[in-house]
C-alpha cells in the first residue's frame, strides 16, 4: 500500500519536459484539429465566392435572354412580319409562299 501511495505522488511531480511529452500526442492533436478548422474555413469562403460570382454572371445571362426574348417578340409581330415579306419582295399567292419579282 505504501509503494502504491509513492508511486501516485511519483506521478503526480513530474518536471515541465516530462509533462511536456505526456501531453504531447494530445498537442499534436489539437493542432491538426485547428489546422483542419481553418482549411475548413478557407474551403467554404472560396466556395462561397464562387457561388456569388455564379449567381452574378447568371442574373446577366437571364437579363440578356429577357432581352432577345423580348427582341424575337417584336419581330415577330404579324405587322413586322409583313414589312419584312415586304422588304425581302415576298409575298402570297394561291396560299404558297412566293417571292415576287
Same mark, same amino acid.
Given at each position: 500500500? +505504501?509503494?502504491? *501511495? ?15 511529452? %505526456? *501531453? +504531447?500526442? +494530445?498537442?499534436?492533436?489539437?493542432? %491538426? ?5 481553418? =482549411?475548413?474555413?478557407?474551403? =467554404? ?24 426574348? =423580348? ?16 422588304? *425581302?419582295? +415576298?409575298?402570297?399567292? *394561291? ?7
Amino acid at each position: 500500500m +505504501l509503494q502504491k *501511495n509513492q508511486n501516485i505522488t511519483n506521478s503526480k511531480k513530474k518536471s515541465g519536459t516530462e509533462w511536456v511529452f %505526456l *501531453n +504531447l500526442p +494530445l498537442s499534436v492533436l489539437l493542432g %491538426l484539429l485547428g489546422v483542419l478548422y481553418i =482549411a475548413n474555413s478557407h474551403q =467554404a469562403e472560396k466556395k462561397m465566392r464562387k457561388i456569388e460570382r455564379l449567381e452574378r454572371k447568371v442574373q446577366l445571362l437571364k437579363s440578356e435572354y429577357v432581352e432577345i426574348q =423580348a427582341k424575337i417578340m417584336e419581330q415577330s409581330t404579324p405587322m413586322k412580319m409583313v414589312q419584312s415579306n415586304r422588304e *425581302n419582295k +415576298l409575298g402570297y399567292e *394561291n396560299g404558297e409562299i412566293v417571292k415576287v419579282d
